[in-house]
């Protein structure tokens, strides 16, 4: 049985008075850690925006100091007071508090809430499962909720934004794999190209190339659906452009976060704005979600969509690349040994 006692490795953000922020691998026990009633020996976390801007100064994402950051985080339960989560058991955990407002999993250990919680569904390891991420789920929430609102594959392009990074890349790699035309918009259209091409996009097309008529209200109807997690001025852009009916699945703000549109795109195309949060998913929505990532959404390339792995002390290159928009794909996390089996 891990004792209280027995240290373990975690990368540790600390905010000083004045704002700035300083980062690095300590020793941890698990008294460390929040309150919770499983602790998961982290086999694998994944590094997300998010982990990036934790580390920025005077950010407004991190909630607590000293933070364990890693919003995801996989591998097996050490201690549980759960019967239904029984010591032993493969899992993943994601979103809520985790990495932002609790430690998260940049750690050999996390100790979370039952409720956030999910086990491994069939067919995924913990290693796949963080290939996949909170990168895939957001894309896979994008995706299905596209297809709620009826998007099918022959409906016309359907465009992808931020593609090299993890949502985006992931959000190509699944739309690709259900059939459907795929144009992939990045900044990196040179060096990225081809990898994005292997993974299923039809096109490949540079970020300024979306929008077909700058300053006016309404542009070409170009796009089936979108998936953008860039916002600003890309989402105003996507809105513009939409086919009639067509919907854009929104989650994130790399591009910026202020949205300058009008109401012509809603009100003469039937346009719809789908707001995808991560975050907060239900736990029977989550799970459902991750069924389909093991199933009909299962990537075709999760070894081509792994650009890195590092251990902890490889984080702040990563983090740093992150924030500038340079990591291909996903970072996978590699904490290193918990202090032992129960
Ligand atoms: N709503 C949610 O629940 C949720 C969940 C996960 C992530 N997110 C958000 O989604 C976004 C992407 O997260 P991620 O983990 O995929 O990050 P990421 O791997 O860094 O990907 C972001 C991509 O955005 C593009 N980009 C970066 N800076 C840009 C700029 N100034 N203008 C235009 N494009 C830019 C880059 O793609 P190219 O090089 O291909 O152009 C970059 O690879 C973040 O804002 C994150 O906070 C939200």
Known sequence: MTTPEEAFEAFVVRRAGDGDVTAGVEMLRLDDLPEGDVVVAVEWSGVNYKDGMVTVPGNRVARTSPLVPGVDLAGRILQSHVPELPVGLAVLAHGHDIGVARHGGFSACARVPAEWVLPLPDGLSARHAMAIGTAGFTAALSVDELERHGLRP???????????????????????????HVVASTGRADAEGTWLRDLGAAEVIGRDAIDDAPGRVLGGERWAGAVDCVGGETLARILRSLRYGGAVAASGLTGGNDVHTTVYPFITRQVALLGIDSVQTDRSRRSAVWKRLAGDLRPRHLDELVEQEVDLNGLPAVLERILRGKVRGRVLVSPGAAPSSA
């Open 154 to 180: 022959g409906d016309g392009p359907v465009l992808v934004t931020g593609a090299a990074g993890g949502v985006g890349s992931l959000s190509v790699e699944l739309l690709a794999g259900r059939g459907h």
